[in-house]
Each structure stands twice: as C-alpha cells, then as structure tokens.
C-alpha cells in the first residue's frame, strides 16, 4: 500500500528535521528558534487531532497548536508517537476503512466531512508543507538542512533501487 511508503517516509523526514534542529538550534535566533519548534509542533497536534477523529476519541487539543511551546525532545517523543500509530495504521488500513467518511468539528467550531483517506492525504501534505517551513528557518540562517526528498528515503530504505540499470 502506498500509503504505507508515505508515511514511512513522513516518519523519516520528520526525524531528519528534528535531528538537523537539534544539532543547530542554539544557533537560531530566539524567535527562530521559537517558530521552528512552533510550526513542527502544529504539525503534530494537526496530527493528533485527525488521529482522535479516525480512531472516533475525544481529541486531546482545543486548538490547532499548544498554549506553551514544547522542548525539543517533547516535540520529538509525540511527533513520533503519532508518526508510528500512521505507520502502523497504513500498513494495514484496508479500502473500505479508506473510503469511511467521518464528521467532525474542526477547532475553530467549523464541521467537516473527510474520508479516512483524505484525512491521511491532508496530514502527509500538511506535514510536508510545514517541515518545508522549518528548513526554510535553517536555510535562512546558512543552516544546514535535511535533503528529505522521497526519493531520497526510497533509496535509503531500499538500498537494492541504487543498483546500476
């Protein structure tokens, strides 16, 4: 299932952000510093709260971010809390869990309907258009970044695809 890759991949990409922020936060300004935290963490309450909805559980954020801005190491541990449950549940969601529709109340009071499969959409994008903001902090700072293409993970995970043609 190629949803499987996908998120694999987000798994990868976020520990190789996270792993380049680590190694270089001290050298972002405070507010850089801050909003490379800020944006990661957003991703994964986002995360959280579509997680909450699949799974049909109270969400656990009233809002699309936390009050207070977690350590590194907290973002780390729930980002990959979240990153392994969308792994896992890829791996084995079959069609017609992918095609449930579900209703829901977003945070700022609005309802929606998304498939099961939209929602895994929406946060594979979502995730990859934030951690391009990240990168952005540490590119703008002559920071190194993570080159954290998909193809890149493919050929990590399966080294068999760098052999010649």
Not at 5 to 19: D, E, I, S
Not at 115 to 121: F, H
């Amino acid at each position: 299932m190629q949803f499987a890759k996908a998120f694999n991949y987000k798994k990868w990409a976020n520990k190789q952000l996270l792993n380049f922020g680590e190694q270089q936060l001290s050298q972002l300004t405070e507010s850089d510093s801050t909003f490379f935290i800020r944006i990661l963490n957003h991703t994964t309450v986002v995360d959280s709260l579509f997680i909450s909805r699949i799974l049909g559980e109270p969400e656990k954020y009233s809002g699309d971010n936390t009050p207070e801005t977690p350590t590194l190491a907290e973002l780390r541990n729930t980002m990959n809390q979240n990153d392994s449950w969308l792994a896992q549940y890829a791996e084995s969601v079959s069609e017609e869990e992918l095609q449930r529709v579900i209703s829901f109340t977003f945070v700022d009071g609005d309802t929606g309907q998304m498939s099961v499969e939209e929602i895994l959409l929406h946060l594979l994008t979502h995730g990859s258009n934030h951690r391009g903001m990240a990168s952005r902090v540490l590119a703008k700072n002559n920071l190194e970044r993570p080159k954290d293409t998909f193809t890149r993970y493919l050929h990590q995970a399966e080294s068999s695809r760098r052999t010649a043609i």
